[in-house]
């Protein structure tokens, strides 16, 4: 066999067996501990990851030559990445529009205390650590990134993402989102002195100024101006919705007409795709919150149930668990050494600092005391955002890998803890199998079943 | 933006331009030059592979570092593998077992008049262009690769992949398969004095002599003997067989009740991915026929619509469109300098000889005139597996490449011209629009789009 046959088996082995411990660590924290399938399934992700199992170790798993060093990590994230930008855009699908109007205000405010709250306690928590204010602040604005894919993915199971309260989260997110970097922005303007090696946040400057080469975005580490990133983000939002509103449904009606199977779909995907780069790239928020954009206004579309059929069963099947198994792999709770005792407060700052921050904001908002701890709970989880964050604050050496290390651990426990904090607030009626969520696609296919 | 980022976004942006051009190119072909979509697909990953636009090399694909230099090429080509393994899948859904019993002679006679022409012709005239008899074998070794996928994915479209002929050409593609293999280990065997270095057919031998580190196949090149790949194949078949008439039903139904999102096409998928490892690692055969006896068995389940609900689309919509673009992507015809009076020799006794043979082959087992003409034409297209075994004579030093380059341009012609050609003998009324092949999931599709 040739290399690249070799590491072609080694990662179709890779990814049966992810599916494999995925799906049945999904249905044994269901069935045994009454957890959402998605608790099953980061935690399934820890143990084959580095902290335990350690899957890539595997002898079975070497790489056969330098050139696939990265091979099969890089193809499980990509594979996740895909998972994640399915999961939210299926989340925009699901999404009801009307119903988060209604709740905007209520998003907004439970948004800005679900960021000043982290932030301030995580700074100050950091510094009565000992550390410098630099890193203080970085790792107050690390806690402040909610990551909402958790939080959907179980509010879709227990079926309450269309309701008041699964609204106002999905809507505080994208807000979160975008307050986020702005505070990224302003952190990294001021932390930019001492770090700033090879990563920054700007990314429309660079090509601006620098040409194709900085598109890649490596050369040339500028840090944009905080007005220049909440102009580049409002472009981008309003340019963003009015594409999606005016263009997705003739759009789809022409490429309805092509010569080409499932042509609608696979444009569905395309313009996913482009919406994602263009929110990262452009828009400076993240590309998760681009797919999402999409979800909504596709899901307007006379096309809603055909694009839903299409893409939603092989998403579950495959993608989504290998995005949140992904979460568990990157995790190295190994590298934790000494700092237990701070990863604990940081976990504990970064779950009750999202609960009653957020919570307060929906609460003065107007909504109840029930409804506002079920926002709060809603936005523990930092997910995937908070690991990319850490991870340039890490690379651009405002913190120290010691430092590094409890973020990881926060990020890995206030992912974990999101699914069992939801099921706890939501009211335990409402929820099904977990493979109710399936009834869009199989109310019809039991039936043919039938036939048999 | 993180390097890890950077690669993503390039990425992301990168199968979004795969689909467009392919989606784009299939309808053209269809609409202006009344081929089938597949057509203008392969075509369009010549268009925009190496040889023309050379999408790796624009500056916007740039590696943002070493390690990411193979990145967007692995990418593609891990999800292209995936794209191959779900079309031989779908078509074993496809396939009539009962109709493939029927004709399971003529596939034999076909199969192996298949295997004796080419390697016979393509043997002499290398002869007669002054090679060696090694190289003159291995080219000729080439020739007998038939790639079913593409007639496969014609003869779904023009829908008579469960004529008769269909049928036959699937079975025949399984036994060549069976009796290529077989000649490459009689080539390896041959030529093994001259090349061998890090190359090589044995896999379970490896496994047997070397214990794990083997397993990767790199550091033990031995080619295992003739009857005992012949041993394996029969093993590998056999077993497989058994364990998927006997095995999938009861599974999949314990599945079914599994507390998991999409429990019962997921482990389809694990199985399809499995089966496909075996195939090519225990089975001394090709992975996708692993993928095409999955299908074929999971077909005859109760599962047989939710499964093919689940998976069809997604498939079509990206995973076929970028496999068909790989195979466009992975041929570079700048590296053909002079070799090109070679180069057209071999492409036109690479497609007589199997014209000619499997059409001898099915008319000497009673197949009519026209019939057999349309076995033969199915059976022209080489493929991936031409590639691969091209591939692995480069690499174990067989083959010069300058020796080389023509054979890729025989399997890019031999594949662009398949589609042509079955659409030439196969009777045009039965000919549908492209997306007819939809049907079985648009069918409730659109009853629901009439709501709106």
């Given amino acids: 066999m040739s290399h690249e046959q070799v590491v072609h088996l080694q990662f179709l082995l890779l990814i049966a067996i992810i599916i494999f411990v995925s799906k049945m660590a999904g249905h044994l924290g269901k069935q045994y501990l009454k957890q959402p399938v998605v608790f099953g399934e980061i935690l399934a992700g820890l143990l084959i990851g580095p902290s335990l199992l350690n899957i890539f ?62 932030l301030g306690l995580g700074t100050s928590v950091s510094l009565l650590f000992g550390m410098g204010m630099k890193e203080a602040v970085f790792i107050g604005a690390v806690l402040t990134a909610t990551s ?16 008041k309260e699964g609204m106002t989260i999905l809507g505080a997110a994208v807000i979160d989102d ?24 700007a990314k429309l400057s660079d090509l601006l100024a620098g040409g194709v080469s900085a598109f890649i975005g490596i050369q040339t580490p500028v840090a944009l101006s905080v007005s220049a990133v909440v102009l580049l983000m409002g472009v981008f939002f309003v340019l963003a919705v009015w594409v999606a509103m005016r263009g997705f449904a003739p759009l789809l009606a022409l490429v309805d007409r092509m010569h080409a199977s499932y042509a609608v779909p696979a444009f569905t995907l395309l313009l996913m795709l482009l919406f994602a780069v263009g929110a990262e790239y452009f828009g400076q928020v993240a590309a998760i919150t681009g797919a999402y954009i999409v979800g909504i206004f596709v899901a307007r579309t006379r096309y809603h149930d ?9 998403t579950y099947a495959m993608f989504v668990p290998i995005f949140f198994m992904s979460i568990g792999l990157s995790a190295d709770l190994n590298a934790m050494q000494g ?3 701070f990863a604990l407060v940081i976990i504990v700052v970064a779950i009750l600092t999202k609960v009653f921050g957020c919570g307060l904001g929906a609460f003065l908002a107007g909504f109840t005391r029930q409804e506002s701890a079920r926002v709060g709970a ?19 050496a405002v913190i120290t890998k010691a430092e590094y290390a409890p973020l990881i651990l926060m990020v890995l426990a206030t992912t974990v803890v999101t699914p069992v904090l939801l ?3 939501f009211p335990h009626e409402a929820e099904a199998e977990a493979d109710v969520y399936e009834s869009v696609v199989t109310v019809e296919t039991e039936e043919e079943e039938a036939k048999y």
């Fill in 57 to 118: 170790g595997w002898p079975i798993f070497q790489p056969p030559s330098d050139e696939y060093q990265h091979f099969l990590s890089h193809g499980v994230h990509t594979l996740a990445g895909f998972g994640v930008l399915l999961l939210m855009f299926i989340a925009g699908m699901e999404t009801n529009l009307d119903q988060m109007r209604a709740v905007g205000k209520t998003a907004l405010w439970a948004a800005i205390a679900g960021v000043l709250f982290p």
């Fill in 148 to 163: 909402v894919s958790i939080s959907a993915q179980t509010l879709m199971e227990l079926r309450r993402l269309n309701s």
């Fill in 178 to 201: 975008v307050l986020g970097i702005i505070i990224l922005s302003f952190v990294i303007a001021f932390t930019h002195a001492g770090g700033g090696s090879g990563v920054h946040v």
């Fill in 306 to 314: 055909k694009v839903l059929h299409a893409i939603q069963p092989f």
């Fill in 339 to 341: 700092a237990w005792v």
């Fill in 378 to 396: 809603g936005m523990v989880s930092r997910g995937e955002v908070g690991l990319i964050v850490a991870q340039v604050g890490l690379a651009s």
């Fill in 423 to 425: 099921r706890l607030v």
